[in-house]
């Protein structure tokens, strides 16, 4: 009888035969048709294990056997031990898995991460690198491997292998992964690596089209772009220079608008802005309702300027003044009451404006002696920053940290250490498109290192997400992240110098040297977090089954694996967890199924079954640990009320969010995941702009 030791794989490697893979196929099979007893299926499967090891060796004499023959060998064994209905589910399982190696092939990847049909179509579509005739000339490890070696240039000599090797690791292994600039940028001509730019609008001509040109070049190289236009004078104003009257804000947005729509036609993605306003201008109505028409300023996110002033203002019921910001003149007394209803209103229906505290952002500003304060975020809203400033971003995966159903606190400090020191490493590597940034970010050396997979990290801990526990684990996270952060910038500020700008700011008043001005910040990592095959950001998943359509138009339905195993381990019957797969198939949701358990309900919530005072608690928790700010939508079900958005806008406010972005499911065109059923009829993309999330 011949020895069994080596297998062939379909790719023609020889790797070593394991005949536990075997058992564990088996036992797959066996669970899934429930054809075998529970607490028999692990004998039974060893058993035919043997019988399947004894033929092949019996078979093979001495040549190797490939993994289609042991396969079909698995088939044979199960029919003939008399289990057909777990015999034809393994068929169906191998024909599923033989489609998707079809797809990886007809994606000209090769995989050798062993990755998902899914995160290849991301990578190829978004990171890898092509050649002059599209096709795909390197692998997902070579990818990485190119980041790597890009940031860890800035170096020593002497220490470049060793952080290669250590940035190479994190990102391979997706517990830490960059903005997507990274991966477009590394390497390559264009060279930039930051995502987040604010940019100034000063009231002169020449200076609002200075900020188009340098809109134009910072889109054009991949950033987003954030504006202030509120020292814009308002729409009417006598303008002495030429004696005619001022076109207002709202105007100039247009002209920045139609900017941006032409970098889209000649760029490979799409451009975004956000548009600030402050509550105390004049134009204050026509800019909340610059976006009530279809297509108008549709390459903007916008968000009011608010202040504490009037927050307080409005619990007061007292009326609130709009001033010119030429003149510094009182124009209009309003009531505060009418315009927050106006503003809410609005979010309601269309999902903008969006909020930023601007008191809220300036409290944590450690330069506002010296730069002053902060008025405009970028794009997604997690990023307030200077004008010129500028950010580059980094997500740890938080669902590659749960050990034992724990936390592992020990792995994420030292994954957090090595972030820091990469994203660190990427403000000297990065290039950026004009000098007045290319200055300021090394003046700054402003980071953000933030986190996705929470939710399922959230799942695999069974916490759920709109709990008091669940608050309180995301306030710990991220104050161990930011304390470990901070610490390994004080570690290279001794290594390698304090940010530029640290004379007069409150670090040198404290005594405290740091390499970076802010080192956390909470980004949506749309992207990035499909490369990682992981949940969005500190987002609840959108549904428990949802259709991703990145292969066809088809799409493929997907049910949350961590569901599955939770609903897999329960003591339903068979029917009843099919009954369960198409209930979630059709809703998204879980919670109306009376014969689930409380527990499995409670830990499995989808977006819309969470309540807006949870998510508002959840971002509010992770902001009072983040340095920078947090990027969250507050999800609304489609009946939810004004009054509702209202509520969540105050609460917002009084838990110290640097800003809210509210939507409400159907009030736009246009949602990123839907429920399966309704997914299958057309592909839509949920964000206010489809470049949001995929810029990050």
């Known amino acids: 009888m011949a020895e ?39 004998k039974e499967a060893e058993r035919l294990t043997k019988i399947m090891v004894n033929i092949l060796r019996k078979n093979i004499k001495s040549e190797v056997p490939t993994v289609e023959q042991v396969q079909d060998m698995v088939e044979q064994v199960l029919m003939a031990a008399g289990y057909y209905e777990t015999a034809k589910a393994y068929i169906l399982y191998r024909e599923r898995h033989k489609k998707k190696r079809e797809a990886k092939r007809i994606l000209g990847v090769e995989d050798d991460l062993g990755l998902s049909v899914n995160q290849l179509k991301v990578l190829e579509n978004r990171y890898l690198r092509h050649d002059e005739y599209g096709r795909v000339v390197e692998t997902p490890k070579q990818m990485f491997r190119r980041v790597a070696r890009f940031v860890a240039k800035e170096e020593k000599k002497s220490k470049r292998k060793f952080w290669r090797d250590k940035f190479y690791e994190v990102m391979v292994k997706m517990e830490f992964v960059p903005a997507g600039c990274y991966f477009r940028g590394s ?48 729409k009417g104003d006598f303008v002495k220079g030429s004696g005619g009257f001022a076109s207002g804000p709202v105007s100039f947005m247009k002209v920045f608008d139609a ?16 548009g600030v306003l402050r509550i105390d201008h004049p134009d204050i109505l026509e800019f909340i309702t610059s976006k009530t028409e279809e297509g108008e300023i549709s390459n903007f996110n916008i968000s009011v300027g608010v202040t504490d002033k009037f927050m307080r203002a409005l619990k007061e019921g007292k009326r609130f003044e709009l001033k010119n910001p030429r003149s510094g003149e009182v124009v209009q007394q309003i009531e505060t009451r009418w315009l927050f209803s106006q503003i809410v209103t609005l979010a309601w229906r269309t999902g903008d404006p969006g ?36 950010c580059n971003l980094g997500s740890i995966n938080l669902a590659r940290l749960v050990k034992d159903k724990r936390v592992d606190y020990k792995r994420l400090e030292q994954i957090t250490r090595t972030a820091i020191r990469f994203l660190d490493n990427g403000v000297d590597a990065s290039k950026y498109p004009i000098r007045q940034i290319t200055k300021m970010a090394k003046a700054n050396r402003r980071i953000g290192l933030g ?20 608050v309180r684990l995301g306030k710990r996270i991220m104050k161990r992240i930011n304390e470990t952060a901070v610490e390994e910038s004080e570690r290279l500020a001794r290594e390698k110098g304090i940010f530029k700008n640290w004379k007069g700011s409150s670090f040198e008043k404290k005594g405290i040297k740091r390499r970076n001005l802010a080192v956390t910040t909470i980004a949506p990592t749309g992207t990035i977090s499909m490369v990682a095959d992981c949940s969005s950001g500190i987002e609840p998943v959108f549904g428990l089954s949802f259709v991703k359509n990145v292969v066809d138009e088809g799409g493929l339905s997907y049910v949350n694996p961590y569901f599955k195993e939770a609903v897999e381990a329960s003591n339903l019957s068979e029917e009843q967890k099919n009954q369960v797969y198409e209930r979630v198939a059709r809703t998204g949701s879980c919670q109306d199924i009376g014969y689930l358990s ?6 499995f919530v ?76 057309k592909s839509v993309i949920q964000t206010k702009l489809r470049a949001m999330q995929k810029s990050k």
């Open 4 to 42: 069994l030791t080596k297998i062939k794989k379909r790719d023609g490697r020889v790797v070593g035969f394991n005949e536990r893979k075997i058992r564990a196929a088996i036992l797959a099979a066996f669970k899934a048709t429930g054809e075998v007893e529970e607490g028999k299926r692990g």
């Open 187 to 234: 390497g390559t001509k264009s060279g930039m690596l930051a995502n987040c730019f604010v940019l100034p609008v000063e009231d002169d001509m020449g200076a609002i089209f200075d900020a188009v040109k340098w809109l134009a070049l910072v889109q054009n190289a991949g950033g987003g772009t954030g504006f202030d236009f509120s020292q814009l004078r308002p």
């Open 259 to 274: 900017a941006t729509a032409q970098v889209m036609q000649g760029g490979y993605r799409m451009g975004a802005n956000m």
């Open 355 to 390: 909020m930023i505290f601007l008191d809220a952002i300036n409290r944590d500003n450690p330069v506002i002696k010296t730069l002053g304060p902060i008025r405009a975020t970028n794009v997604c809203g997690e990023q307030p920053l200077h004008p010129f400033d500028v």
């Open 451 to 470: 986190v996705m997979g929470w939710a399922d990290m959230l799942y695999q801990l069974g916490v759920g997400y709109n709990t008091e526990e669940g």
């Open 598 to 603: 409380s527990s499995i309900k409670k830990i």
């Open 606 to 681: 989808s977006a819309h079954d969470i309540k807006p005072e949870w998510h508002i608690k959840m971002q509010a928790g992770w902001q009072k640990q983040t340095e920078n700010a947090v990027s969250k939508t507050i999800n609304f079900p489609q009946k939810a009320t004004i009054l509702d958005v209202e509520r969540a806008y105050m609460l917002a406010w009084e838990l110290g969010c640097k800003g809210i972005t509210i939507y409400r499911s159907g009030s736009k065109e246009g949602q990123i995941l839907e429920k399966t059923e309704k997914a299958k009829k």
